[in-house]
Nanobody, 122 residues
Framework: VQLVESGGGLVQPGGSLRLSCAVS????????TAWFRQAPGTEREGISC???????DYADSVLGRFTISSDNSKSTVYLQMNSLKPEDTAVYYC?????????????????RGKGTLVTVSS
């Protein structure tokens, strides 16, 4: 399973970015997909997940600022990130473990992409 992230980059504090996660082997929307991030010297953080049924979950650190969504026709999952802060700087990657629900996703998922770097700085 190969997941590919895109959309990272440099953005000023308060700005926005939209990350994309795509997989070619199967419709990604058939399975729960999560976004994780990891900054240097910190532990991996599960920040959001969307289930097959459209149910979403967010970590407190991004609640109200980030929105996860899926486009079934494009087999892509998005992470819209608004009101970005310097502490959001990290490598962001998407993951799935071929389940339909997001329960316990923050513990990690079996398949993940290589990640895309998001840098929030003025």
């Amino acid at each position: 399973v190969q997941l590919v992230e895109s959309g990272g980059g440099l953005v000023q504090p308060g700005g926005s970015l939209r990350l994309s996660c795509a997989v070619s082997e199967f419709p990604l929307a058939n399975y729960a997909t999560a976004w994780f991030r990891q900054a240097p010297g910190t532990e991996r953080e599960g920040i959001s997940c969307i289930s097959t049924y459209g149910e979403t979950d967010y970590a407190d650190s991004v609640l109200g600022r980030f929105t996860i969504s899926s486009d079934n026709s494009k087999s892509t999952v998005y992470l819209q990130m608004n009101s970005l802060k310097p502490e959001d700087t990290a490598v962001y990657y998407c993951a799935t473990d071929l389940r339909r629900v997001c329960s316990d996703y923050q513990g990690g998922m079996a398949y993940r992409g290589k990640g895309t770097l998001v840098t929030v700085s003025s």
